[in-house]
Structure formats: C-alpha cells, structure tokens
C-alpha cells in the first residue's frame, strides 16, 4: 500500500525517562507521576489533531469488504501505513481494535507478540472520534487492560532506577497506552484494577 510508515513522530511518545518514578504506590496500583501523565496525554492530543487534519484532506474510507482485502494476520508483524489508517472507517477502526486485542494480545499470544502491535494500537487510538459511543469504549477499555497486563509483568519485577533504561521495551510501549487509555479517553477506574 502507498503512504507513509505510521511511526507516528520520532517514538519520544515512549520515551519514559526522568519521568518515572515509582511506577506503584504503597497499596501497590499503577501510580504514575502527573508529569508523566500530562506528556503522555498532551503529545498524543497534538497527533490526534495532526491525524484529524489529514483525514479531513484525505476523507476516502475503507470499509467491509475493501478492508478483508487490505487487512490480514501479517498485516500486524509490519509497522502501520499512515495513509491506511487515515483511510479508515470508525466502525473499521474499532474492528481492528477488537481483533487486536482479542487475538494479538491474548495470552496464549503473549510470548508472541509483533512488536508493531503496539504502533497499530496507538495508530488506532489517534483517529477514533471523540465523543467515543459506550460500546466502542469497550473495547477501548479492554484493549487498556490487555496492555496493562502485558505492563504489568515488566514493571513488577524491575527496580524502579532501571526503569529509564528499558523505555524502548514493549512493555513500556503498552503501559502508555494504558496510560493514555485511562487519562485521554477517560477510563480511570481501570487504574483501581492494576
């Protein structure tokens, strides 16, 4: 397909350094600092105005059938194509997101699990209109718990002063999705669960 490589920006959406501290607090949840969160939710809102800006200049979309042909499993060992993201159908987007999560991210699939997966996610979540109807949150919810699990792992067994060191890892990559799951879109009793 034509277009560009969605790497959206230059990856410093997970860039976690000097950002990280304690990643949980005494009763042992998901803590993260403000800073953190406030990066985090301010980059990922001026990609979503970018995208938003581009698909208003380039308002084709792929839906049903267009989309089977496009899409296939191998599609997700390869990094986004901007210009096919861009092209999607709200209610393609949210079929993506779910197959994502309910094959991509299952835990029989965890050990193997493209590390692209993780630019679909975040390339999916930048072109979902907001306000986002209760049964599409859904399944931005449960993509949230997925990452948050797939974090979790990580961040319970590294001592917090190497944590800086890893912010390339995947895990990393899935807990600020988690992050943006819970601040952007507005899910923050999903942070009671982890």
Request: with cysteine.
């Amino acid at each position: 397909s034509s277009g560009i490589n969605a790497e959206y920006g230059d990856r410093s959406m997970f860039d976690l350094t000097s950002d990280v501290a304690e990643p949980r607090d005494q009763s042992n949840r998901l803590s993260f600092p403000p800073a953190l969160i406030n990066k985090q939710v301010h980059k990922f809102s001026k990609l979503r105005q970018y995208c938003s800006r581009m698909q208003k200049l380039h308002p084709n979309k792929l839906q049903g059938e267009e989309l089977e042909l496009t899409i296939s499993k191998k599609t997700f060992d390869e990094q986004p194509c901007l210009s096919l993201v861009l092209s999607l159908s709200q209610v393609s987007v949210f079929e993506l997101l779910d197959y994502i999560q309910e094959i991509c991210l299952s835990s029989e699939e965890k050990s193997r699990i493209p590390t692209s997966v993780s630019s679909w996610i975040f390339s999916l979540l930048c072109v979902i209109d907001k306000p986002v109807p209760m049964d599409y949150m859904a399944i931005i919810r449960a993509v949230g718990r997925r990452c948050a699990v797939l974090s979790s792992d990580l961040l319970t067994s590294l001592d917090p002063k190497d944590l800086n060191a890893s912010s390339d890892e995947p895990h990393f990559q899935y807990l600020v999705l988690f992050i943006l799951v819970c601040h952007y879109f507005q899910q923050l009793d999903l942070l009671e669960e982890f």
